[in-house]
Every structure is written in C-alpha cells, then in structure tokens.
C-alpha cells in the first residue's frame, strides 16, 4: 500500500456513485474534453457500427476447467480479478513471453490451479496463497527472471542477476497473493471466494432499492473495505478519485459468468451501469479515436502525451473500417523485434489517475448521448446503437484494441509498480 492511499477517505455515500461523481470531476477540473460531437462521430463511425456487437459479444470468461464446485469457480474468477495487473509491463512481456499482461495472467492462474488439483495443496486458498514463491509464478509465465550483467572485473564476461521490469512485476504478484492470503486468513475465511460468496448473499435486499447500483455497491465496499490490493483511488490535487478497477471487473465477471442461469446460485447484483473498467487500455484508445481530447490538459503535462491524437487525417482512418490484416499467420513464442507493440509514454501516478478517470467519465457520456439520440434519424440498423451498455462498451473498447491490426500498433500509456491495473 502506497503512503498516498493513507491520506484518501473512502467514499462515505454510494460507492458507484462516488467513483462516477469523483471521475467526472477530475476530467473536468484538468480540462480534458469529450465533447458531443466526437461521440456521435464515434457512433457512427464504420468501426464502431461493423465491430461493436462482435466485439463486445465474446467476454472470455468460461474457462476450459472443471471446477468441482461453483465456489471453487467463483474463487478463480475472485484471484484472477486481484491479479488483473500489470499492464505497464506489457512490452517485456511481449519481448519475453509474446503475451501480454492478461495472457500473462490468465496462464498464471491455470497453472496455479492446475497445480493445485496435483496434490501440492490448493495454492488458490488463503494459505496457499501466502506459499508461492516468485520462482513459481515466474515459471508458471514463462518469465526469467535473471538478466545479464557485464561483470565488474572480467571484460568480456557477463553474470546472470536476478532483476529487470519483470522481477518487479513477478515480485507485485507475490506481495498480492501473500497480503490478500493474510487477511482472508485472519477473517477466518478459506479462500477470497468465500468472501465474495458472502458478501453476495447480502445482495439481494439492496436489489429492491430504488438505485440500480445498490447491489454492486454493496459487494464494492466489502472488497475495497477489506482489502488494499482493491483500494484503487488517490488524491489529486486535494481531489479524491476512486475507480475501483479490479473490484468492478470482478463483479462483473461473476454476473457474466453466472447470469443467465435461471437459478444463479446465490443473489446477483445489476451490473447494467456498472462504471467500465478503467485501466491504460480505455484512455489511450479513446484518446486515439477523438473522443477524449487533451489539448487543453496542461497542468498535468498531459496535453503533449499522444501527439498523434490531434492528426485528423490518422484519427479518420482508425474510425474508418480497418485495413486489410498485414499478418494472417498468428505466430507463438517470443514476438520479434520488429512485431513487437511500442511502448507508449511512461506516466506518473497522478497523470494515470486522471487519465483513467477521465476515460470512465467518458464511457458515461457515449452511453448517454447513445440512449438520448433521436429516434427518428436513426435507420432501422442503427437502433442497437441506443442500447449500448457500460460493460459492452468496456469490452468494445478493450478487445478492439486486440481486434484490428492498426489499433494494436497503438501506443498505450504506461505505469509501473502499480497493482491496480
Ligand atoms: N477495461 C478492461 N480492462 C481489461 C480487461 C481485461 C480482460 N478482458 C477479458 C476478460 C473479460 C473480458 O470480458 C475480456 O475477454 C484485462 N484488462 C486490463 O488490460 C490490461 C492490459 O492487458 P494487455 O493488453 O493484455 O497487456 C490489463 O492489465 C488489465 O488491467 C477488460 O475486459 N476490460
């Protein structure tokens, strides 16, 4: 937990509603735009209308496992949420592994629990958790975490130390895993699952209330609440801003995942306005298709970020339909020099914050001119468009930044040693 979280309150009303509240605020007091009419260029545009409803339709979430119980999944679905990190990482990553940080993620967390059902004890409980070494988690992400060193006295000769981005990375799992461990395990509870379990079975009152966010509010508090790996929020410039990132997304995936069964096995909350969560992913595309504009932003020096975004002509062509795919052959291993993605400008925590908030902001907006756009000039094929949602909207945003080839040459924004996103 950084010395920073210490001095920010959390939020003393409804937490949704305080991370929309706050998120609006900060991208108003840095004075980045979202105006009206580069959203409904965004709506309109041939990229939007061809890929949105692919795009946001695959959500990735039923994984190929057996679980031998719903709450054995539910734990899954809670410890890949607390892990859903390291997106400053993505470059050593592709340059190592050829994935990125939710590849990455994604492969520690079958190995774990796969491991797990090997007889080696489950490492995906409280105690299991607080077990794993970083040699393990490197391994099971096939990172090395040595790098080569020319040795002092020896010209010529080089020594293999532990280091590099990657040991910082694998050392920010660990902590996460040994911290949250610690806390489920003086709760009493056997697992994060449990914990989530629990806090569900509350859900169900808050479903009757008015606010349509009740039911995620009240699993929100009890996540941020108990544990600082969920405790994503600061101060800026004597603001608080809360995203909440992790624990959103946690939430979300579990309604994904057990939604549409008639009987879901413990109470759901609505998700339907859940804020998206925001990471580096959201704000550098949005900054890249026009919609959020910085060109006002000093204070904060983010006006000179993406020089790229105020290029009309560059902006048309990513909201134009994608060029034919350079590359048919998806390749394994290691990604080569020249197929490696750039890294994006290297920010400080505050910049991030209001980045992230100003790309939840934003997603708030697109929803809201999206249902308030007249009925009668829309064509028959166009009225989906009224009925987008935040969480489609977040997987829009997320995958299609995967999906076509111009968009994954698009630079991200970075922030290391964060845990957040
Ligand atoms: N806003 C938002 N951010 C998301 C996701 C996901 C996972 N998406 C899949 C899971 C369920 C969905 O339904 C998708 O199938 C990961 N991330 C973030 O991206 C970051 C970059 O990663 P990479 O480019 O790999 O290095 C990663 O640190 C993580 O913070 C999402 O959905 N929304």
């Given at each position: 937990?950084?010395?920073?979280?210490?001095?920010?309150?959390?939020?003393?009303?409804?937490?949704?509603?305080?991370?929309?509240?706050?998120?609006?605020?900060?991208?108003?007091?840095?004075?980045?735009?979202?105006?009206?009419?580069?959203?409904?260029?965004?709506?309109?545009?041939?990229?939007?209308?061809?890929?949105?409803?692919?795009?946001?339709?695959?959500?990735?979430?039923?994984?190929?496992?057996?679980?031998?119980?719903?709450?054995?999944?539910v734990n899954?679905?809670?410890?890949?949420?607390?892990?859903?990190?390291?997106?400053?990482?993505?470059?050593?990553?592709?340059?190592?592994?050829?994935?990125?940080?939710?590849?990455?993620?994604?492969?520690?967390?079958?190995?774990?629990?796969?491991?797990?059902?090997?007889?080696?004890?489950?490492?995906?409980s409280?105690?299991?958790?607080?077990?794993?070494?970083?040699?393990?988690?490197?391994?099971?992400?096939?990172?090395?975490?040595?790098?080569?060193?020319?040795?002092s006295?020896?010209?010529?000769?080089?020594?293999?130390?532990?280091?590099?981005?990657?040991?910082?990375?694998?050392?920010?799992?660990?902590?996460?895993?040994?911290?949250?461990?610690?806390?489920?395990?003086?709760?009493?509870?056997?697992?994060?699952?449990?914990?989530?379990?629990?806090?569900?079975?509350?859900?169900?009152?808050?479903?009757?209330?008015?606010?349509?966010?009740?039911?995620?509010?009240?699993?929100?508090?009890?996540?941020?609440g108990?544990?600082?790996?969920?405790?994503?929020?600061?101060?800026?410039?004597?603001?608080?801003?809360?995203?909440f990132?992790?624990?959103?997304?946690?939430?979300?995936?579990?309604?994904?995942?057990?939604?549409?069964?008639?009987?879901?096995?413990?109470?759901?909350?609505?998700?339907?306005?859940?804020?998206?969560?925001?990471?580096?992913?959201?704000?550098?595309?949005?900054?890249?298709?026009?919609?959020?504009?910085?060109?006002?932003?000093?204070?904060?020096?983010?006006?000179?970020?993406?020089?790229?975004?105020?290029?009309?002509?560059?902006?048309?062509?990513?909201?134009?339909?994608?060029?034919?795919?350079?590359?048919?052959?998806?390749?394994?291993?290691p990604?080569?020099?020249?197929?490696?993605?750039?890294?994006?400008?290297?920010l400080?925590?505050?910049?991030?914050?209001?980045?992230?908030?100003?790309?939840?902001?934003?997603?708030?907006?697109?929803?809201?001119?999206?249902?308030?756009?007249?009925?009668?000039?829309?064509k028959?094929?166009?009225?989906?468009?009224?009925?987008?949602?935040?969480?489609?909207?977040?997987?829009?945003?997320?995958?299609?930044?995967k999906?076509?080839?111009?968009?994954?040459?698009?630079?991200?924004?970075?922030?290391?040693d964060?845990?957040?996103?």
């Amino acid at each position: 937990m950084s010395s920073r979280e210490h001095r920010v309150p959390l939020p003393n009303s409804s937490y949704v509603s305080e991370v929309k509240r706050t998120c609006s605020a900060l991208r108003e007091s840095q004075k980045i735009e979202v105006s009206t009419i580069v959203i409904k260029r965004l709506l309109f545009s041939p990229s939007f209308c061809s890929s949105f409803k692919r795009v946001s339709g695959y959500h990735g979430l039923n994984f190929p496992l057996i679980f031998p119980s719903v709450l054995s999944e539910v734990n899954f679905l809670s410890v890949l949420s607390l892990l859903n990190f390291g997106s400053g990482y993505r470059v050593p990553l592709h340059r190592q592994t050829g994935r990125g940080a939710w590849d990455g993620i994604r492969a520690l967390m079958f190995g774990l629990y796969l491991s797990s059902s090997t007889g080696q004890g489950d490492l995906l409980s409280a105690k299991g958790m607080q077990t794993i070494s970083e040699q393990q988690i490197a391994d099971l992400m096939s990172i090395n975490l040595y790098v080569e060193q020319p040795h002092s006295g020896i010209p010529g000769m080089s020594i293999s130390t532990l280091g590099g981005p990657l040991y910082d990375f694998v050392k920010l799992i660990a902590t996460t895993l040994r911290e949250t461990g610690q806390i489920l395990e003086d709760l009493g509870d056997p697992n994060l699952g449990t914990f989530v379990v629990r806090s569900l079975r509350e859900v169900d009152v808050a479903n009757n209330s008015a606010d349509p966010n009740a039911g995620v509010d009240v699993i929100l508090s009890k996540l941020v609440g108990a544990f600082p790996a969920f405790r994503d929020m600061a101060m800026i410039d004597e603001q608080p801003v809360y995203c909440f990132k992790k624990a959103l997304f946690l939430i979300h995936a579990i309604v994904i995942r057990f939604g549409n069964s008639n009987m879901p096995p413990f109470p759901l909350p609505n998700s339907s306005q859940i804020p998206v969560f925001t990471d580096n992913v959201l704000p550098s595309i949005l900054v890249h298709l026009g919609v959020v504009d910085l060109s006002r932003s000093t204070a904060h020096g983010l006006h000179a970020i993406f020089p790229d975004a105020s290029d009309k002509a560059k902006v048309n062509s990513r909201l134009a339909l994608p060029p034919p795919l350079p590359n048919p052959h998806p390749q394994t291993g290691p990604d080569s020099e020249k197929s490696l993605p750039t890294e994006g400008p290297v920010l400080n925590e505050e910049q991030a914050y209001i980045l992230r908030a100003a790309a939840l902001d934003a997603c708030e907006r697109i929803v809201q001119v999206a249902r308030s756009l007249d009925e009668n000039c829309l064509k028959a094929d166009q009225k989906w468009i009224q009925n987008i949602t935040l969480p489609e909207l977040d997987l829009w945003l997320w995958a299609v930044a995967k999906d076509r080839a111009d968009y994954r040459a698009l630079e991200r924004f970075v922030l290391r040693d964060t845990v957040f996103f």
